[in-house]
């Protein structure tokens, strides 16, 4: 059974850091590009930073230069690492793992920047 677990949202004021975790199981993580996805109310979802499998990663526009995604193929584990985060950074943060034949998503995790 495949399971895709984010954690580590929460509440942060602007300017501040969050760390989010997803572990992933039932997979061949290693081969997997992963993703971080993220969704504002009245919004679409869109992809925030990907990593595959070789360690290429690339990033939206909007967070470059202010988050990294990492992952730990030891764990099962992808990071992203959120910096000077701003209110319009708020949303479900979702985690996404891809191989050529499948996809899965986490249920999501609330980040809210907000003084």
């Known amino acids: 059974q495949v399971q895709v677990v984010e954690s580590g949202g929460g509440l942060v004021q602007p300017g501040g850091s969050l760390r989010l975790s997803c572990a992933a199981s039932?997979?061949?993580?290693?081969?997997?590009?992963m993703g971080w996805f993220r969704q504002a109310p009245g919004k679409q979802r869109e992809v925030v930073a990907r990593m595959t499998s070789s360690g290429s990663t690339n990033y939206a526009d909007s967070v470059k230069g202010r988050f990294n995604i990492s992952r730990d193929n030891a764990k099962n584990t992808v990071y992203l690492q959120m910096n000077s985060l701003k209110p319009e950074d708020t949303a479900v943060y979702y985690c996404h793992a891809a191989s050529v034949l499948s996809s899965y998503w986490g249920q999501g995790t609330q980040v809210t920047v907000s003084s």
């Open positions: 039932g997979i061949g993580f290693s081969s997997y590009t």
